[in-house]
């Protein structure tokens, strides 16, 4: 575990927007790492103002929460305090804000994108993207997983916190618990790659093991999302 000044101190989970299905409502989220030294890191910006999920999915219209912005303000951020925004993967629930953060370095792996929908957004002139290269410890205690098969190149994060201890975020690498094993089948119309998507999917579950990471939060999992702490609170 790390204890440098610069490691993360506080993991704010924000629901943006879900989906009313049954069991449980599925959670649009993005994720907020606060570290010791003062430097704010967002991770995804959720869906556009205007979101429709793809036709294809068959998924009934969402319920839009207070988006990623107005998450920041109720914790007293504005775009420009954010230092760097971690882009997971492009889908339009992911990238829906981007251009929000011109001040912020943008942590990208893959060219892929396959929506459009958000283009304007994520293709913006003023943004400035860096390009990972696989797994990097982007900064002290935080660090990026490439966890390709939901999409090429995307991208889960690893942060440790100090009481906590390791908390895995898998985003849409495994979007709901009961895939979290190593011969899942992919989903026809969300995932891309079947074979790439085990591969990731047995990488995190070697993780877990090895880093004996205390929480894994699944990209989408309405049930599991109802059991964790959001913001305004938070995991130190």
């Known amino acids: 575990m790390t204890t440098s000044t610069s490691a993360p101190q506080r993991l704010y989970l924000m629901q943006v927007a879900h989906l009313p299905v049954s069991p449980a409502d599925f959670p649009f989220v993005c994720y907020l790492v606060q570290t010791g ?65 011109t001040n912020a370095e943008l942590a990208r792996s893959s060219d892929h994108m396959r929506f459009t929908t958000t283009r304007s957004e994520w293709d913006h002139p003023a943004l400035r993207y860096r390009l990972i290269d696989g797994d990097t410890e982007l900064y002290p205690g935080l660090e990026l997983i490439k966890t390709s098969g939901h999409t090429p190149g995307h991208q889960s994060v690893l942060v440790r916190l100090s009481e906590t201890g390791p908390v895995l975020l898998a985003i849409d690498a495994v979007a709901s618990q009961k895939d979290f094993t190593p011969d899942r089948q992919k989903n026809p119309v969300a995932d891309d790659n079947e074979e790439e998507l085990r591969a990731s999917t047995r990488k995190l579950l070697a993780l877990v093991e090895r880093e004996q990471v205390a929480l894994v939060i699944f990209g989408h999992d309405g049930e599991q999302w109802q059991t964790l702490k959001k913001a305004p609170d938070f995991y130190s």
Request: glycine share 8%.
């Open 37 to 101: 030294d003062g430097k704010n890191i967002l991770i995804d910006s959720g869906p556009p103002t205007h979101f429709k999920p793809n036709a294809a999915f068959k998924l009934p219209d969402p319920i839009m929460e207070k988006n990623v912005i107005e998450q920041l303000a109720l914790l007293g951020l504005q775009p420009g305090d954010i230092d760097t925004l971690i882009c997971s993967h492009f889908d339009q629930d992911h990238s829906g804000h981007h251009s929000a953060f």
